[in-house]
C-alpha cells in the first residue's frame, strides 16, 4: 500500500491540513485523513487530478503547420480540415502509436490524470480495413501502456459524408465503418483493452449528426456496454445549417427530441447554441465537453458557459486538436472567452467560490461522467487520480486555499505541475514523465517522417 501526505488537500469537504491518502496495490483508494503527522511520499499541495475528455491524438503531429493562409481570404474550420485530411492520409500505425504516447505524456505532465480518446482513425488510407480490423485502436491502446495515462477509449462510429447519406469523402475514407463492422470493431477494443489496469474504460462515440444514421442511434447504448457516449455536437454555423437544412430542425432540438439523452451522454463543443438550447440540453444531465483552446483556434464559437451553470450544467474539458495541451490554459480560455463576450470579470465565480475553485470543481465533477471512471475526487473507492503542485514556484509561494487554484489557472500552467499519479500509478515526479526520453524520441522520429511530406 503507497501512502501520500499532503500539506494541503483539496478534498469533498474543502481544503484541509496534513492529509494522508493510503492506496491500494490496485490503484484505488483506501482511506483519507486529515491532521495526519507525515509519512511516505509528502508534497506540498495535492488535488484531485481531472480527466482530458476530448482528444483527437493523432492531430498533435499538425501542431504549427496550419498557421497560414491560401489563396482563398476566408480561411476556416473547413478549410482546416482538408489539410487535416490531406495530412492523416500519410499516418501509419507506429506513428500514430508514438505521437498518441507523447500526447498523453504531455497531458500527465499538465495535470491530466486520464485520456478520453475519441478515436476515429481506423483504416488505412484507401479506406481498406487493417487485416486487424482494430490495428488503430490497440495502438492507442499500446500508447496508454507505456506511458501509464487512464485510458477512456471511444472507437467512433462514421458513415456518411453528410446528413444527406453522402459517401464518405476521399480525405474521410479511414473513418468510415457500417453498423455491423462497427460492432465488430467494439467488441475487439473491449478485449483489447483488458490488456491495460483495471482502471481502463470503454465507451462509444457517433461521431456527429453528419456523419451518422438518424435511425441507428438507438444502438449506441447497448454498443456502449454501459459506458460513456459521446458527440461532436453544435460546433460549427455551417453544420448547423446543414442538419436544419436535413433534419428540419437544429441540431440540438433534433437531439432533445429524439434521443434519450442522460449523465452518460457527452456532447462536444455546442459552441452554436441559442439560449433555449443551452437550457435543454443542460437540464438532461449530458455532459458539455469543451475544448477552449481548439475551439478559439478553429474559430468555432463561444460556449455560453454563464447559461449552462444557470441550468445546472456539468462541463468537462479537453484538448482535441492538442496542439497545446495545458490544464491551466484550458480553463483560462474558457473563462475568459465569457469575460470577451460579456465586457465583465470572473464570469463563473459566485460568492461563495473563486473562479477557479467552480471551474475546476466543475471539470473534476463533469470529467468523472465523461471518462465513465470513478475519479474526480480525493476520497475512499475513488481511483487515486492525484495531481501535486509545486509549492516553491514563484507565484504558488504563500497561497492558501482557493487561491492556489486561481494562481494555477490564472497566472500559472504546466511549470507548476511537480507529481502526478493515475490510478496510484505515479507516471510524473519533478515535473518530468518517468519516461519522457524514450517516448519524446519516438514522437520526433515520426514526425520528421510526416513534416517532411508537407
Known amino acids: ?172 475514407r479511414r473513418f468510415g465503418n457500417n453498423p455491423d463492422q462497427f460492432g465488430k470493431l467494439c467488441d475487439l477494443v473491449q478485449k483489447s483493452l483488458l490488456q491495460l489496469p483495471g482502471d481502463a474504460m470503454f465507451g462509444v462515440a457517433p461521431h456527429s449528426l453528419r456523419a451518422v444514421n438518424a435511425g441507428q442511434f438507438d444502438a449506441f447504448s447497448s454498443l456502449a456496454n454501459g459506458g460513456p457516449i459521446h458527440m461532436h455536437l453544435a460546433e460549427q454555423k455551417a453544420e448547423v445549417d446543414e442538419v436544419r437544412h436535413i433534419l428540419g430542425c437544429r441540431p440540438v432540438e433534433w437531439v432533445l427530441e429524439n434521443l434519450d439523452v442522460n449523465e452518460r451522454w457527452c456532447m462536444i463543443h455546442c459552441t452554436q447554441l441559442l439560449p433555449h438550447e443551452t437550457k435543454g440540453l443542460a437540464r438532461t444531465g449530458a455532459i458539455a465537453g469543451l475544448c477552449a483552446i481548439t475551439e478559439s483556434s478553429l474559430g468555432d464559437g463561444i460556449f455560453d458557459a454563464v447559461g449552462w451553470f444557470a441550468n445546472a450544467g456539468k462541463i468537462a474539458v479537453g484538448s482535441d486538436s492538442n496542439i497545446r495541451i495545458s490544464l491551466a490554459e484550458e480553463l483560462r480560455t474558457l473563462e475568459y472567452s465569457q469575460r470577451l463576450r460579456d465586457g465583465t470579470r470572473a464570469v463563473m465565480a459566485t460568492q461563495k467560490q473563486s473562479t477557479g475553485r467552480r471551474i475546476f470543481d466543475a471539470v473534476c465533477a463533469g470529467g468523472t461522467c465523461a471518462a465513465g471512471r470513478k475519479t474526480g475526487a480525493i476520497a475512499a473507492g475513488n481511483w487515486a487520480d492525484l495531481l501535486a503542485l509545486d509549492n516553491d514556484h514563484p507565484d504558488l509561494v504563500g497561497c492558501r486555499g482557493d487561491k492556489i487554484l486561481d494562481a494555477f489557472i490564472f497566472c500559472g500552467g504546466n511549470e507548476m505541475v511537480r507529481d502526478v499519479w493515475s490510478a496510484g500509478r505515479h507516471l510524473v515526479q519533478k515535473g518530468r514523465h518517468i519516461k519522457q526520453d524514450q517516448i519524446t524520441r519516438h514522437y520526433v522520429d515520426a514526425v520528421k517522417q510526416l513534416r517532411a511530406m508537407f
Open 1 to 172: 500500500m503507497a501512502v501520500i501526505w499532503a500539506k494541503q488537500a483539496l478534498l469533498p469537504t474543502g481544503w484541509s491540513q496534513d492529509v494522508m491518502v493510503s492506496i491500494f496495490d490496485d490503484g484505488k483508494i483506501d482511506s483519507v485523513q486529515s491532521g495526519i503527522d507525515p509519512s511516505g511520499q509528502c508534497v506540498d499541495i495535492l488535488m484531485p487530478a481531472p480527466v482530458n475528455a476530448h482528444s483527437h491524438a493523432f492531430q498533435r503531429s499538425m501542431a504549427g503547420l496550419t498557421e497560414h493562409r491560401g489563396s482563398d481570404p476566408n480561411d476556416s474550420f473547413w478549410s482546416w480540415r482538408k489539410l487535416m485530411f490531406r495530412f492523416l492520409d500519410q499516418l501509419t500505425p507506429d506513428q500514430v502509436q508514438a505521437v498518441s504516447a507523447f500526447v498523453q505524456m504531455q497531458m500527465l505532465q499538465a495535470g491530466y490524470a486520464t485520456n478520453v480518446e475519441f478515436h476515429y482513425l481506423h483504416h488505412q488510407p484507401d479506406g481498406m480495413p487493417y487485416d486487424n480490423l482494430a490495428e488503430m485502436s490497440e495502438r492507442i491502446i499500446a500508447a496508454a501502456d507505456q506511458s501509464g495515462i487512464g485510458l477512456t477509449l471511444l472507437p467512433v462510429h462514421y458513415q456518411f459524408g453528410g446528413c444527406d447519406g453522402r459517401p464518405l469523402a476521399e480525405g474521410q
